[in-house]
């Protein structure tokens, strides 16, 4: 069964203080591994898809790598506005059409001025 | 650019009751997907659809069933409601012959009473 773990559970930063959210998974053969933002009670806002091991991908502040066991969101000199739930989810190969995503339970991150 | 669009956005209804939810997924998308997320959870996985056919099938009770219509929009039925059933309820869409990423709405909050 395909498991994802994501750590920290909460993480408090000051405002320009960077740091990295870990997502670790286990699946049977990945098709892309997600990172979602989500705001308490909406929906998740899709950041990345990661296909292989080594890639890379940046939008602003924030950057996700992966590898073949783990991914990263490094999130740099991060803002207020950067607070959110931060959702990791893969994606088996294994299975046919429409594939569902299996999510973490997510980083909280709050960034204080 | 065009979301995905949830109705209604709040619902609350008695137990026993029946509800309906409506997903209308972003022009030119095939695949629709729905999760329940309960509080504090991540998202779990109900049910997909691909072409208006049933792709995938996960943690649905049978109190529940779901179709995509011919214009791909998507209604999830819910019968003989719980207190339990109460969540954020999100529907996403994807195009599988493009990058078949998911992107979800804005959900709809079922308070069961």
């Known amino acids: 069964e395909d498991q994802v773990t994501q750590s920290p559970e909460a993480l408090r930063l000051q405002e320009g203080e960077s740091s990295s959210l870990n997502c670790s998974y286990t699946?049977?053969?990945?098709?892309?591994l997600f990172w979602y933002r989500q705001d308490p009670g909406k929906g998740p806002e899709f950041l990345f898809t990661?296909?292989?091991a080594g890639e890379e991908k940046e939008k602003e502040r924030l950057k996700a790598t992966l590898t073949k066991k783990e991914s990263f969101l490094h999130i740099t000199a991060p803002k207020p506005e950067d607070s959110a739930t931060y959702l990791c989810a893969v994606q088996p190969s294994n299975t046919g059409t429409a594939s569902k995503l299996t999510f973490g339970t997510g980083t909280r991150l709050q960034v204080t001025l | 650019a065009a979301g995905v669009i949830q109705s209604p956005r709040h619902l609350i209804k008695e137990k026993r009751e029946t509800a309906t939810l409506k997903c209308y997924p972003i022009p030119r998308h095939d695949t629709v997907y729905w999760y329940q997320q309960g509080p504090g959870q991540d998202p779990q996985f109900l049910i997909s659809f691909y072409e208006k056919m049933q792709s995938d099938k996960g943690s649905i009770p049978d109190r529940f069933s779901a179709q995509q219509f011919s214009d791909y929009h998507s209604e999830l039925n819910m019968s003989s409601l719980e207190l339990g059933d109460s969540a954020l309820y999100f529907c996403a869409s994807s195009d599988r012959t493009s990058t078949d990423t998911q992107y979800f709405g804005p959900g709809t909050r079922l308070t069961v009473l």
């Open positions: 990661l296909y292989s």
């Open positions: 699946v049977s053969g990945l098709r892309g």
